[in-house]
Nanobody, 118 residues
Framework: QVQLVESGGGVVQAGGSLRLSCVAS????????VGWFRQAAGKEREFVAA????????VEESVRGRFTISRDDNNKNTVFLQMTNVIPEDAGKYYC???????????WGQGTQVTVSS
């Protein structure tokens, strides 16, 4: 079974940048896509961005132009979420997930916390 582990969260000043990492490990069928989701306190988890096996990416409109999703050229098992020009609304716990065909696994890990200071 493939597992995804998030890291890279922390405290970032508004307007600053942060890069999150999602590392896949284990054996099993590869995901067709890896995506980032986030959940702010008191809110539902929401989709942020995804990268597909062919390299195609999709970034949710609310963060488009500020967030970028990419895959590590040196380690295809690692997916990054580059956050720039961070705003307070970006605070929350960030999770990565894998998608096969049209379904996300929703098998959530520990996530990584992002705190935005003003």
């Amino acid at each position: 079974q493939v597992q995804l582990v998030e890291s890279g969260g922390g405290v970032v000043q508004a307007g600053g940048s942060l890069r999150l990492s999602c590392v896949a490990s284990g054996s099993g069928e590869r995901f067709d896509a890896v995506g980032w989701f986030r959940q702010a306190a008191g809110k539902e988890r929401e989709f942020v961005a995804a990268i597909y096996r062919d390299g195609h990416t999709y970034v949710e409109e609310s963060v488009r132009g500020r967030f970028t999703i990419s895959r590590d050229d040196n380690n295809k098992n690692t997916v990054f979420l580059q956050m720039t020009n961070v705003i307070p609304e970006d605070a929350g716990k960030y999770y990565c997930d894998g998608k096969r065909d049209i379904r996300w696994s929703f098998n959530w890990g520990q996530g990584t916390q992002v705190t935005v200071s003003s």
